[in-house]
């Protein structure tokens, strides 16, 4: 969240009659293009650790578009990209091991120092009143598969003429890959192939 938009939050906390502008009714959406929100897209990402415990990471700075129609929900398209580069946990030696080179010039375990975009575009929707079926391309370490997400309808509607007053929704998504399907497969069983993935998307028109 840009430095401007915490000083309008900040005065619309103050006000009494503030309300919250996200509305859970699906009918806030007007539908048509939008634009993620890089600042508040996050695709978190957790697997197993030796057996002793789950191990999260993340993934921001997320661009691309989503359009939908609200009258007709399963025509809607989702085209985004993810910075792997951008890749974030808690141990710095960790993100520093991710992003390192190949030892001795060899393949690197996880994504090297300069690994491509991650990109995932739609190829079909199945709506279920607030829920939906996302079935896209993923493409990822340069492998595409197709990945199938759970998606759920967050919120919609305006934010405050303080804020920009322009148009937002939002969705939860979860789904799982392995990560061996995508060339990653250093250190399987040990540390886990299965990787689950909670997404929280936000779009902006």
Known sequence: MRLMNFAALALLATTAAAQVPGSRNPAAI?????TADPEHTLVTWTLDHLGFSPYTGIFGSV???LTLDPNNPNAAKVDVTIPVAKVTTASSGLTQ???RPGKDGGKPDFFGPAPADA????TRLV???????LTGDFTFNGVTRPV?????FYGAGKTPPQMGGKENVGFRATGTIRRSDFGLGFGVPIVGDEVKLEIAAAFVK
């Not at 007007?30 to 939008?34: D, K, N, P, R």
């Not at 990109?119 to 739609?122: E, G």
């Open 97 to 99: 091991h991710l992003l």
């Open 127 to 133: 709506t279920s009143g607030q829920t939906a079926k």
């Open 63 to 65: 661009t691309g578009t």
């Open 148 to 152: 199938t997400l759970d998606v759920t």
């Open 119 to 122: 990109h995932f575009v739609s």
């Open 30 to 34: 007007s539908g048509g293009t939008y």
